[in-house]
């Protein structure tokens, strides 16, 4: 019996695509050393209100941020509005995120660095914790969840499938953080009813 297309299903006011339930994931930092923090040609999408947060952390972190990220924070601030008219993070160079360093190897974030050595209050921008899905903004407070497919991450979904660790369950803290816990509990629910009936 041929199965049953579900590209998409709704949670709240959240559109999810089906890749988050049936793409296996998990970071493999051993593998790819972060290069999602520095590869690509833009930085990552902010809201005005992580913005603030970020320039509220800036002393905590400045000194550990590259000469060259802490010119360009001084020439144009934390973040710019890009070419589509989104504002993310500075980049340097047209590459790495100013809040980007590097040790043995591995490219690793100062903010979410002090947040987790209990120097910040603020962890890092939700678009980066939610990463490799990808928010979209709609009308009416419409919003959309896609996965984004990204040749460097080819070792995390190699790890997810080893793991069988689905992508909904792997960015469980980021979801919950986003979209609250009664939010995350009802995605589970339907992904659970879902799989269980076989229709991807």
């Known amino acids: 019996m041929e199965k049953r297309i579900l590209p998409i299903f709704q949670v709240g006011n959240v559109l999810v695509s089906a890749d988050l339930l049936t793409v296996k994931f998990c970071c493999d930092l051993d593998a790819c050393h972060g290069a999602c923090c520095v590869e690509g040609d ?16 800036l002393d905590v972190v400045w000194s ?10 001084d020439q144009q601030g934390v973040a710019y509005t890009d070419p589509e008219g989104e504002l993310v993070t500075s980049i340097v160079q047209g590459r790495d995120c100013v809040f980007t360093c590097h040790e043995n190897d591995c490219c690793w974030c100062t903010l979410e660095r002090a947040y987790r050595n209990h120097r910040s209050r603020f962890c890092k921008p939700i678009s980066c914790a939610l990463y490799p899905v990808r928010e979209k903004q709609f009308g009416g407070g419409l919003v959309g969840l896609n996965y984004h497919r990204w040749s ?25 953080r986003r979209f609250g816990e009664d939010w995350y509990r009802e995605l589970c629910e339907i992904a659970d009813d879902i799989l269980k009936q076989d229709i991807l």
């Open 42 to 57: 833009a930085g990552a999408p902010v809201t005005l209100d992580e913005i603030g947060e970020i320039e509220d952390s």
């Open 152 to 176: 460097i991450c080819q070792a995390a979904v190699a790890k997810g499938q080893r793991l069988n660790l689905p992508l909904y369950r792997y960015l469980k803290d980021p979801l919950t």
């Open 64 to 73: 550990e941020l590259s000469a060259s990220a802490q010119a360009v924070i």
